[in-house]
């Protein structure tokens, strides 16, 4: 049976794009998810969904991946687009042309636009609002009626689509009607040692800003040192207060895990060295940036004991163990847990595909709930 859709919710989100999931009512989430489970649905059954043929999804990535860019492909090809995916450093925003400019020149060829841009702090949101001005203004001066949304595919602040695939997750572990799926749960994100990079705070901040709006009890954990940015943590706060969830935050991994039915750990960057990167990376200072990326693992390597265990496994309540991978095996997560996982975070990581499928078609698909209906 398929999955109920609300038709004039579902129509409403005709236009939208998805810069933070913060910008969107949880009732829009929740249409938006629900679009996402009719088409991992109808995908699994063999239906062809190709409601947008000979259309273009473009994405640059500045930062690489693996997941999310198949994820964009696999979405847009099943939607009968054609994806294609640039290096952003290959385009001319390395030679100063404006995020406005970028958006407007893409603007004008493509039907929806992907965007990763996460790795120094205060640019990838921005340049991602700016891609958008640049398209819609393109857009309006030109009368081309065309819906171009843009999809952030990870920035400074937020990863949506991960995090969205996160919940569509859980709500499928969790079971009964999805939009309670998540209340009562006791869900911890909490760092864990990596000794390969320093990690963007995105994941960590769309996680906690996004769950705690479904009545989950979501504790944050991290050693002193690598608080998450304020603007998300006060939505994390802001959303437990209105979905009659609950958030805080600890500093040690043992009292996070205790009592937990999920657990997400995985590595992020110490704030003041993120932060110090802003400047180095402005300035085109690469020594400075390998310096303070040095600065970042050794402080990391202070915590090499933040790590999942079955040890720490044991504290929970049976607890889900999720990951947005790469996983660091062996520092973030020992080889055992992850072993009796590996098929878990696969799942959660294919949802990402149904999410942007959801996303673009929503945002470009008019009467969508209808036209997936005339597919069974
Ligand atoms: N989790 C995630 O975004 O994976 P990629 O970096 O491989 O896209």
Redesign the pocket.
Known sequence: MGHLLDPARTQALLGRSLLATHDWPVADLDALLAVAAELERLDRAGVHTDLLPNELAYAMFFD??????SAWAGAASRLGMHPVIVDGSSTQVSHGETAEETGAMLGMNAHALGVRHDLILGEGNSFMHDVLRGITDYLVASGDQRVVPVVNL?CDID?PT?SLADLLWLREHFGGNPADALRGKRITMSWAYSPSYAKPLSVPQGVVSLLTRFGAHVTLAHPEGYDLLPEPMAWATQGAAESGGSFRVVHDMDEAFAGAHAVYPKSWGPLALMTERVAANRAGDSAAMKDIERRSLAQNALHRDWICDERRMALTANALYLH???ADIGAEVSPGVMDRFRVAVAKE?NKKVYVIMAMLAVAKVPHLAGRLAALQ
């Open positions: 690489n991946s693996t997941r999310t860019k990870q990863h991960q947005c991978l790469p990581a």
